[in-house]
């Protein structure tokens, strides 16, 4: 997959309010809450043009039920990818436009984590251009290897995740 990194573009937001609102259809009454999360839900931050999705449901194997649901609107289901109690879903194959991280209300780390990160960054943003600009020198470093990217990502995100979780409380 090919690494891209943008300029923050005013369109994520509705991109997402887009997509939210089919993921509201698909889980009704299943569905707490639903937040746009990531580099893309920041304001000024650069990112890859990869909407993240966070719903919340009533029970995480409602997710498992609704998979073809989500495979109509053209998501690829993951499971767990990697994150126990997580239901991931990504869309766009190679071209991937979304990721949908569902947990149920029980996973309040999992949901606490992605929601202070994303907090943190809004309300610091020098913090938040400086890992703008980790990520656009790691794209221009590895443009071909996105798990070199990932890597390159880690440690940064692990400090800011502390940060932001101590900054919550």
Known sequence: MKVIVSSYNNDWVRLYEEEAEKIMDIFRDQLLDIHHIGSTSVPGLQAKPIIDILPILKNVKEADRQAHQMEMLGYESMGEYGLSGRRYFRKGGEQRTHHVHMYDVSSQYEIDRHLAFRDYLREHPQEAASYGALKVRLSRTYPN???????????VIKLLERKALGWRR
Do not use: F, P, V
Request: avoid cysteine.
């Open 145 to 155: 290897d996105i798990e070199a990217y990932i890597e390159g990502k880690n440690n």
